[in-house]
């Protein structure tokens, strides 16, 4: 056998396994993905996915956790398409150094968007760096659990950030966990506009 016909009977039994994957995978509802690590890109991963469903004409929003006091380049484009954002806009826990008005903030935002996660209009509904929020207790944890849990059936959650708790990790229907092989922050290099945020 030569090397086209090895090629060609490797290929075929990929495709065989992948259609048979496809076959296999008939069940139609939204999933719960949650995005966590330590490596960069959880939330660029997260506003990728809201872009595309936008891209595709579906109704998405977004919940900022965390980040917020810096112009963000996803929400200028996505809210110039009508995707809603709530943004707690206090920056970095570790800056503000103030737990109240962190839970405060926190709660405002998702006292907000819960609305969305109960709307079966909105296909798409991110909820960026919300992993914080849990593992900090400024969120109750039954409660978000539940509102994803309970979310419409055709609506998807993502959930982006650092140290996702156990049971967000055992709810979700994908976990990827995005890992730092290398780091340009650690070579000295500063974050750069349009590229980290």
């Given at each position: 056998?030569?090397?086209?016909?090895?090629?060609?009977?490797?290929?075929?039994?990929?495709?065989?396994?992948?259609?048979?994957?496809?076959?296999?995978?008939?069940?139609?509802?939204?999933?719960?993905?949650?995005?966590?690590?330590?490596?960069?890109?959880?939330?660029?991963?997260?506003?990728?996915?809201?872009?595309?469903?936008?891209?595709?004409?579906?109704?998405?929003?977004?919940?900022?956790?965390?980040?917020?006091?810096?112009?963000?380049?996803?929400?200028?484009?996505?809210?110039?398409?009508?995707?809603?954002?709530?943004?707690?806009?206090?920056?970095?826990?570790?800056?503000?150094?103030?737990?109240?008005?962190?839970?405060?903030?926190?709660?405002?935002?998702?006292?907000?968007?819960?609305?969305?996660?109960?709307?079966?209009?909105?296909?798409?509904?991110?909820?960026?760096?919300?992993?914080?929020?849990?593992s900090f207790d400024y969120l109750d944890k039954q409660e978000v659990?539940?509102?994803?849990?309970?979310?419409?059936?055709?609506?998807?959650?993502?959930?982006?950030?650092?140290?996702?708790?156990?049971?967000?990790?055992?709810?979700a229907d994908t976990v990827s966990v995005i890992k730092d092989e290398?780091?340009?922050?650690?070579?000295?290099?500063?974050?750069?506009?349009?590229?980290?945020?």
């Open positions: 056998m030569n090397d086209t016909d090895k090629h060609k009977q490797k290929s075929q039994k990929l495709k065989e396994n992948v259609d048979a994957g496809i076959a296999k995978a008939q069940i139609e509802r939204g999933v719960f993905l949650v995005i966590t690590g330590n490596g960069k890109g959880k939330s660029t991963a997260g506003f990728g996915t809201v872009t595309r469903a936008v891209g595709h004409g579906q109704k998405a929003a977004v919940a900022q956790f965390i980040k917020g006091t810096w112009e963000c380049g996803e929400r200028n484009l996505l809210e110039e398409h009508g995707v809603p954002f709530s943004v707690m806009n206090t920056g970095f826990t570790w800056d503000t150094q103030d737990r109240e008005s962190d839970i405060t903030a926190a709660t405002i935002v998702w006292n907000d968007i819960k609305k969305y996660l109960s709307d079966p209009d909105y296909q798409v509904v991110l909820l960026d760096e919300l992993t914080y929020m849990l659990l539940d509102a994803i849990t309970n979310r419409p059936e055709n609506q998807t959650v993502i959930v982006t950030g650092r140290g996702a708790i156990t049971e967000l990790r055992d709810l290398k780091h340009a922050y650690t070579a000295g290099i500063k974050a750069r506009q349009g590229i980290d945020w």
